[in-house]
C-alpha cells in the first residue's frame, strides 16, 4: 500500500498520535474516540485512485494500534496493515507461546513491522515486514498461503525445492487445524510494539514475555542512533560529568562516589560511570554499589538514570562462579512476618506460586533485591496495567467496566478467571491467606531471608538439583571449557599456521 502524498499521510499520522495521547488523558473507553479517516492512495495494482481507511483502537492487554485498510474501487485491489500508534519502547521485548490445545489457536497477535516471528519446530522464521493484526490460526495459514504462491512454477522447475516446501505447507496446514500440538511460536521485536495474548490458565512456562535492552545495531536499524556533536571536540562538553545524587532514589547525603577505572571495588561504595540509555541511546549515568548479603553472597546492585528521556532501571547482579548444580528455594508464607522477608530473585531464577497460579519466568523483571510483599506487589502492578484499561488501583476491587474499557473482545470466562486471579493476590498480599513461594534458580544466585539465627527454619526448603540440557544450553555453560582450553588454542593456531603456509 502506498500512499500518493506521503506528507499527507505522515500529517496524518501525527495527528492521529496527538489523538491517542488526549483519549489517554480523557478515557479511552469513550466510543466516540475511534474515528475512521479516509484518505486518496496510489493503488499499486492499477495506478488508480484508490481510498485508505485508517481507525485509532485500542487493544486488550496491550496498547493503542492505528488499523489500516486500502481499496481500489477500479481493480478490486484490498491491503491491510497495522501500525503501532505509540512511541518505540525503552526496551525490545520477546514473546514466546506454546500452544498445546484448539483454544491457543485464538490467541490475538500483535505483529509490527520490526517484528520477527519464528515457529520452533518447523525451524520456520518470518522476516520483519508488514505489520499485522492476527491470531495464531491466521498467522500460520498466511504463511502457508504466502509458501503456496508459484508451488506450480517451482514443481517444474526445482521439483526437490518444491517437495520441501509442500512438507512444511502441509505441518502449517495441520497445526493452523490443530491436528499438529503442540507447537511454539516466538515474536521478537527491538521496538517492543509486538504482543502475544495472555491468558490466566498459562502454567509452567507456557507463556513467556521477556524485556532485553537493544544492541547498538538494532538501535540503529530504529533509527536511534545518536548524531555525533561535530560543533565542539571537547569530551567534557557532549558527555556531562555524572554524580550519585542522579541515583533514583536519591542516596543519603555524604555518600562519596569513586571511578571505577581508578580504584578498586569495596562494599557498601557507590560508583557512578557513564553510560548509554537503552531507550534513547543518549549519554546517561549508570550507578552500582556491591553489597554483602548474610549467609549468602556478594551482589551489586545496579541502577541507569536518563536525563534526556527519563528512562530508569533498577537491578540486581550477582556473581562468583557457577555453580555445579541449581538450587531450589521453597518458603512457606504464614503470617505478615513472613512477607517482610528479603528475598533476592536474579535475572535467572523462575518464581511460581502454585496457590495462586502464578507463574514469572526467567529474564521477567531483571534482578530484584526486596522483600516478598514488595516482589508480589510489583508482579500484581505490572499485570494490572497492562491487562485491565483502568486507572484504579491494583489493590482495590476490579471495577464492572474494568474490561470494557478497553475492549469488548475478552469473554464473561476470561473476565472472571482475571478477577478471581487478582482477588487471591491480593488477600496474599494482605495475610489472609497463606501460600508457597517458589524459586527455582539454575545458577544458584537466588535468596530468602531466614527468620532463625542458626539458618534452619522450618518454613524454608532448600534443594539443590542438576540442570537440564536446556538450562544448561541457554545459560551457555555448553560453550564453556575451563579445562584444556590451552591445548584448543594451540591446535588453532597450528592450523592456522598450515592454512598460511600452504
Known sequence: MASANPSLAQDLFEDMGRKVAEASREGFGDGNSKVVEEIESLCMNCHDDGVTRLLLTRIPFFREIVIMSFSCPKCGFSNTEIQPAGEIQQRGARFALRADKSTDLNRQIVKSDTCTCKIEELDLEIPAGRGQLTNVEGLLAMVASDLEQKQDERKEVVPELWAKI????KCLRAMASSESLPFTVTLDDPAGNSWIEPSPSDK??????HEYARTAEQNAALGLTVEADTTSTDETTTRPEYHAHAMVPELPPGVKTNNVDEEEIVENQVYSFPASCPGCTKPCVTNMKM???????????MSTVCEHCGYRSNEVKTGGEVPEKGRRITL???????????????????????????????????G????????????????????????APASEPIPPDAFTAGGDSMDAETRAK????????????KAETSFTVVLEDPLASSYVQSLVDDGRDEQIKVEDYDRTDE????????????????????????????KASW
Open 418 to 429: 482475571w478477577a478471581a486471579f487478582f482477588g487471591r493476590l491480593n488477600s496474599a498480599l
Open 291 to 301: 553489597v554483602n548479603i548474610p549467609h549468602f553472597k556478594q551482589v551489586v546492585l
Open 166 to 169: 509442500e512438507e512444511i505447507i
Open 368 to 391: 530484584r533485591f526486596t522483600t516478598v510483599e514488595g516482589l508480589l506487589t510489583q508482579v500484581r502492578d505490572d499485570l494490572h496495567s497492562s491487562i485491565f484499561d483502568t486507572n
Open 204 to 209: 509452567g512456562g507456557k507463556y513467556s514475555k
Open 471 to 498: 538450562e544448561e544450553e541457554s545459560l551457555g555453560l555448553k560453550d564453556i571449557k575451563t579445562e584444556g582450553y590451552e591445548e584448543s588454542e594451540a591446535r588453532v593456531e597450528h592450523e592456522d599456521g598450515n
Open 332 to 366: 512457606e508464607v504464614r503470617t505478615s512476618l513472613d512477607l517482610g522477608r528479603d528475598i533476592l530473585k536474579s535475572e535467572s531464577c523462575a518464581m511460581n506460586c502454585p496457590e495462586l497460579s502464578l507463574a514469572v519466568e526467567p529474564g521477567t523483571m531483571g
